[in-house]
C-alpha cells in the first residue's frame, strides 16, 4: 500500500512539473517576422548579443532547464544537432529563462552538458518577447533573423521512437532554398518557472 501511495504522489509531482504547451503565434513572435537583437549574460557572467552569437546561416534558440526531464532527455539530441548544424553556419544558443535555477546551477549544468553559449534570462524578458512557456522549446531564425520554424524538436521526447523530424526538416528545407512546409509544431515539455512580476 505505501508503494502505491509513494508512486501516487510520484507520478502527480511529474504531472505537476511536465506542462504540454502549445503556443501560439499571437503569444510572442510569428513565424515570417524579424527578431530583434537581445544581450543576455551567458552562464560565465559575460554579457552577449543574439547578433553576435548567431552563425552566419542563422540561429536555433533553445529554451533548457537544469533540471527538467524532458529536458534531460534531449540532451543528447540537442548536442548532436548543435554541431551538425555549426558546420552548416547555424549555431544553437540556449536559454534558461526558469526563475527557480540559480545562475551557478545553470553555469555548472551548462559546462557539464553543452558545447553552445547558455544564456540566463533573468525576469523571463526573452521568454516572454518570444512566447516561450516550456523547455525544451525551439525558435530557428534564418540569416536575415526572420523565424523560419517554432516548437518542438521532433515528434518523440524519449528519442527511441522518433518519425518526424520538426527541426531538421525546417533547417534542411530553409538552407536549400525550398518552402519549409511545416513552420510550427506543438512544443511539449516542463514549463518554464516565471519570475513573479511587481
Known amino acids: 500500500m505505501k508503494k ?15 506542462s504540454f504547451n502549445n503556443v501560439s503565434a499571437k503569444d510572442g513572435l510569428a513565424v515570417g517576422a524579424t527578431m530583434e537583437d537581445f544581450k543576455l549574460v551567458d552562464a560565465s557572467g559575460a554579457t552577449k548579443s543574439f547578433n553576435e552569437l548567431k552563425g552566419k546561416s542563422g540561429a536555433v534558440l533553445v529554451f533548457l532547464s537544469v533540471q527538467c526531464p524532458v ?3 534531449y540532451d543528447e ?4 544537432l548543435a554541431a551538425e548544424y555549426e558546420a552548416k553556419g547555424i549555431n544553437v544558443i540556449g536559454i534558461n529563462s526558469n526563475a527557480t535555477e540559480s545562475a ?36 530557428y531564425l534564418n540569416e536575415k533573423n526572420v523565424l523560419v520554424y517554432h516548437g518542438a524538436i521532433d515528434n518523440d521526447r524519449s528519442g527511441e521512437n522518433v518519425t518526424i523530424n520538426f527541426l531538421r526538416d525546417a533547417v534542411e528545407s530553409n538552407l536549400s532554398g525550398k518552402t519549409v512546409a511545416k513552420t510550427s509544431a506543438n512544443a511539449f515539455g516542463c514549463s518554464i518557472k516565471r519570475a513573479a512580476k511587481n
Open 4 to 18: 502505491l501511495s509513494f508512486l501516487a504522489a510520484a507520478i502527480f509531482a511529474f504531472a505537476a512539473f511536465v
Open 71 to 73: 529536458v534531460k532527455g
Open 77 to 80: 539530441r540537442i548536442v548532436k
Open 104 to 139: 551557478d546551477k545553470v553555469k555548472t549544468h551548462a559546462a557539464e552538458t553543452y558545447k553552445f553559449p547558455v544564456l540566463i534570462d533573468k525576469g523571463n524578458v526573452i521568454a516572454d518577447k518570444l512566447g516561450a512557456n516550456v523547455t525544451p522549446e525551439i525558435y
